[in-house]
C-alpha cells in the first residue's frame, strides 16, 4: 500500500513540475547556505589548527591549584593540592595517556668553568621518560641516578661574573661538552652553606619541546637536594608536587580530561586546554552560522507549506473521490507527506550538489590564486591557504547526509498541517466543492 501510495505522489508532483522546482528551490538555498557556512568554520578550524602545529604538546595539559576563589568562600588553603594521593586519581580518568608530576629545585646556580648561569632543573619519574616523546641531539635517553638530560638551550644565557663593566654579555656554553657543577646554596642556619654537585648528562634534548631550558633529573635526587637547600625532611603524605603535565591519548580526547580534572576541583591549561578552547569557539561558530542558514531553510519551509496548501484547494474534489472509493485519513494524509518530503528531499539533494559544486570551485580557485611574496597566504586571506591545502571549504560526508535529513524533515514538518488538513476533509464537502 505504502508503495501505491508513494507513486501517487510522485505523480501528482510531476503534474505540477514548474511548482516543485520553485518551491525545492527554496529549500535548495537553504541547504546550501547551511552546508556551506558550516563548511567554512571547519575549513578556517583546519587552518588554525594547522598553524598550531602537530606536535605532542597539542595533547598535553597543566594541572595547577584553582585559586579563583570568590571572596568569603573557600580559600586557597583549602583547595586540593598536587599531593601524591591527588596525583594517582588522574591516572584513573579516561583518556590519559600518563600522568608526569613534576618538582623544582628551589635553588641554586650552574657553574662551567669562570661561566655562571641558571636553569630549570625539574625533577620526574625517570619511569615516565621514555613517554615523553624527546628526541636527543647527542647522548642516549636514560635518567639513572646522578644523571641529567639537559634542555637544547639552558647554556644559552651565560655569563661571567668577574667581567668588568656594566655591560652584561651572554655567552653559550655546550653544557653536554663542557664540564660544569650544580652549585647549591643552604640558608637555614646563621651560616649559609654550599654544595657543589658534578653534572652528568647524560643526552642533549633536540630544540623545540618544553624543555628547550630545563635541565631533567630524577625526581628522587631534586628531592634530596630540596631537603638539603630547606632543612626539610621529605613527607610523602605532606608532599605537593610542583607541576603535573598530562597527556592524553589523543587530541579528541583532551577536551574530556580537561573537564574531569576542574570537576576534581584543579585548573588546568596549556596547549591542550588552548586547543580546547579552540574548538569550542569554532563550535560556537558552527551554531551561530549554521543557524543564519537556517533560516533560509525557515523561509523555505513557509514556501513548502504555501504550496501544500495551494495543492490542497487545487485538488479538493480530487481528495472526496479518494474517499468516496475507500481511502482512509490515513492514506490521504501519507500521499500529502511523501509529496512534501519529495520536495524537502529534492531539494535537499541540488543543495548538496550545488555546495560540493561551490566548494571545488572556490578551493580550486584559492589553490591556483596568487600567493604573497612575503611568506604570506593570499593576498586577500590572513592566513596561508597552503597550510590547509587550499580547502577554505570542507564539507564532511555526515555534513552532508545531515543536510539531506533536515532538508527531507523540514519538508515534511511544512506539509503536516496542510496534510492534516486534507486528511480531514469530510468526502461529502469536498465533492460539492468546485
Do not use: C
Not at 192 to 203: A, F, L, N, Y
Request: cysteine-free; hydrophobic content about 45%; proline content about 5%.
Amino acid at each position: 500500500m505504502l508503495y501505491e501510495l508513494g507513486l501517487l505522489a510522485i505523480g501528482n508532483l510531476a503534474r505540477a513540475r514548474a511548482r516543485l522546482a520553485m518551491t525545492a528551490g527554496g529549500v535548495l538555498v537553504g541547504t546550501t547556505a547551511v552546508i556551506l557556512l558550516i563548511a567554512l568554520t571547519i575549513g578556517l578550524q583546519n587552518a588554525a589548527e594547522a598553524s598550531i602545529g602537530n606536535d605532542a604538546s597539542l595533547t598535553e595539559i597543566e594541572v595547577y591549584p584553582n585559586y579563583n576563589f570568590m571572596p568569603g568562600g573557600e580559600q586557597p588553603e583549602t583547595l586540593p593540592q598536587l599531593t601524591v594521593e591527588n596525583v594517582q586519581t588522574f591516572w584513573n580518568i579516561p583518556g590519559v595517556a600518563f600522568v608526569l608530576p613534576m618538582t623544582r629545585l628551589q635553588g641554586g646556580q650552574i657553574t662551567a668553568g669562570k661561566y655562571s648561569g641558571y636553569a630549570d632543573i625539574i625533577g620526574i619519574d625517570p619511569r615516565l621518560v621514555p613517554y615523553l616523546g624527546l628526541q636527543l641531539q647527542a647522548g642516549e635517553l636514560t635518567l639513572e641516578k646522578g644523571q641529567m638530560l639537559i634542555g637544547a638551550h639552558v647554556g644559552d644565557y651565560f655569563y661571567d661574573p668577574k667581567a668588568s663593566g656594566d655591560t652584561f654579555e651572554s655567552v653559550m656554553v655546550d653544557l653536554f661538552t663542557t664540564p660544569f657543577r650544580l652549585e647549591l646554596y643552604q640558608y637555614t642556619g646563621t651560616t649559609p652553606g654550599t654544595r657543589k654537585i658534578d653534572g652528568k648528562p647524560s643526552g642533549l634534548i633536540m630544540t623545540g619541546g618544553r624543555f628547550d631550558y630545563s635541565i631533567l633529573m630524577p625526581i628522587e635526587d631534586v628531592i634530596e637536594y630540596n631537603e638539603w637547600i630547606t632543612g626539610n625532611e621529605f613527607d610523602p603524605e605532606t608532599f605537593i608536587y610542583d607541576q603535573v603535565i598530562i597527556r592524553s591519548t589523543s587530541r579528541e580526547t583532551t577536551n574530556a580530561i580537561s573537564t574531569a580534572i576542574r570537576e576534581l576541583g584543579f585548573a588546568s591549561g596549556g596547549m591542550g586546554e588552548y586547543l580546547n578552547q579552540l574548538n569550542n569557539f569554532f563550535g560556537t561558530m558552527r551554531l551561530m552560522l549554521g543557524g543564519v542558514g537556517g533560516v533560509a531553510l525557515l523561509v523555505a519551509a513557509f514556501g513548502v507549506a504555501n504550496t501544500m496548501t495551494m495543492a490542497i484547494l487545487e485538488r479538493t474534489k480530487e481528495i472526496g473521490l479518494m474517499k468516496a472509493i475507500g481511502a482512509t485519513d490515513r492514506d490521504v494524509l501519507t500521499v500529502f507527506l511523501i509529496e512534501a518530503g519529495l520536495v524537502g528531499l529534492s531539494g535537499g539533494v541540488a543543495g548538496v550538489g550545488l555546495s560540493f559544486f561551490l566548494q571545488n570551485l572556490v578551493n580550486q580557485a584559492l589553490a591556483n590564486a596568487p600567493t604573497d611574496t612575503s611568506g604570506g597566504g593570499g593576498y586577500f586571506l590572513p592566513f596561508d591557504t597552503s597550510q590547509i591545502g587550499g580547502n577554505l571549504f570542507v564539507i564532511p560526508p555526515e555534513l552532508a547526509l545531515f543536510a539531506l535529513a533536515l532538508a527531507t524533515a523540514v519538508g515534511l514538518g511544512a506539509g503536516l498541517y496542510p496534510s492534516l488538513r486534507a486528511a480531514r476533509l469530510p468526502p461529502v464537502i469536498a465533492l460539492k466543492m468546485e
